[in-house]
């Protein structure tokens, strides 16, 4: 076997193995300022931020209803009789008082639907959040498959026109060029796999962002380590207290159930009184003249409106707490399925890494029986495929422990 071009094609592999491939960085993108980006420029933030000044105007609105309401009335009025005529102009203020409403405390009710929408604002801050994060580590992750396919591809390149010179001089046979140009054609399919997965997460992460990424940029893993200690119990314990969706339902409750106090307080009477002046052009009377008058408006029959409305609330309340119960149902096994996860994903990796070692020390070994001339070129190709297949397998777990951390902070409300 011709010893220069075993040299030649091994010495290739390794190297290409060590350099990176030569790219033009134009800028650096971590992942911290993807998220910063990502809440400085996408509309939905500025959207929910509207929709939380437009309940704390709404707000404002419902504690003004608890005030005495004031309407100034003009009213004339033009008198037949068989022996004269005349007319009078009746200037009024009515003020009216709705008891109901005053003691309801609807000045509450604005507040906790201003709070739901704070809370419906930091909901979708913590599902962009993670969008960016998945979209980030997924681009990283093709990005990686890229350099080691492209690296694959390189080495199978030339070492297809080694063999190609071998088998003109009879050193191997026909199997062996085969086989090589089968390793090339899958390499080469990885590669265009491979790009349309960097160009679906670069979108994405471009159009969740607002920024300009392009294929030169440099993506960096900024101080994340997947190193955490989660616990079940614990991991519950926050979600309680910092995932929106919980804290939503609990006040939509607490607005059902002021509601409910609304509908029995209207049964209160409403309080009016009414003053003003009479410009009375009736000769037979002393003249113009001030009026004062007051009473109370008390709700008899309203045909059940106020029992349906009462009980209507109450059937919503029954069924939002049971609609809670459910979530945490379901966020409980989610939970407790992402801490499985990455217990096993943490040992996986431990063993992923130990499988590469193994494929690193086949290929070397692999690799000095060829120099010897013991070993066949196939037998250094397939050595060289498990190292590559284990080294990808490998960058896929550790971005998969990223992105099962991210669930886990999405679920408990982390921001």
Sequence with gaps: M???????????????????????????????????????????????????ESKAVAAKSLQAQAYPGVDLALQGADYHFSDYRYNTLANRLNLVWDMGKW????????????YIAKLQARQNKLKLLYRVKQAYFNLVSARQEMNIVRLSEIYLSHHLGVTQKLFKLGQIDRLDLYFTQSGLA?????????????????????????????????????????????????????????????????????????????????????LFVSGGYILDNDPTSGGDYATISGGLSLPILDWGIRKNKAQTFQLASESLEATKQAFFIELRTNVQQLVSRLKHFRKLVSLKEETMQQAQKTYDYTELNYQAGIATNTEVLLAQKALIAAKVSRERVILRLYLIEAQIENLIGKL
């Design 186 to 270: 899958a390499a080469r399919e990885k590669i265009l796999a491979a790009n349309s997965e960097i160009d679906a997460w670069q979108i994405q992460l471009a159009n969740l962002t607002g920024l300009t990424i392009s294929s030169g940029d440099s993506l960096i893993l900024d101080g994340l380590s997947s190193s955490q200690n989660f616990s079940t119990d614990t991991l519950l314990s926050v979600a309680l207290r910092h995932n929106p969706a919980i804290s939503i339902m609990d006040q939509q409750i607490k607005i059902i159930d002021l509601q409910k106090k609304l509908v029995r307080n209207s049964r209160l009477p409403k």
């Design 103 to 114: 003691l309801s405390k609807l000045k509450k009710l604005g507040i906790t639907a201003e």
């Design 2 to 52: 011709n010893k220069s071009f075993k040299f030649s094609f091994i010495l290739i592999f390794n190297v290409a193995l060590i350099l990176p491939l030569p790219a033009q960085t134009t800028k650096i993108l971590s992942l911290k300022s993807c998220i910063m980006a990502a809440q400085e420029n996408h509309p939905s933030v500025q959207a929910f931020q509207k929709l939380q």
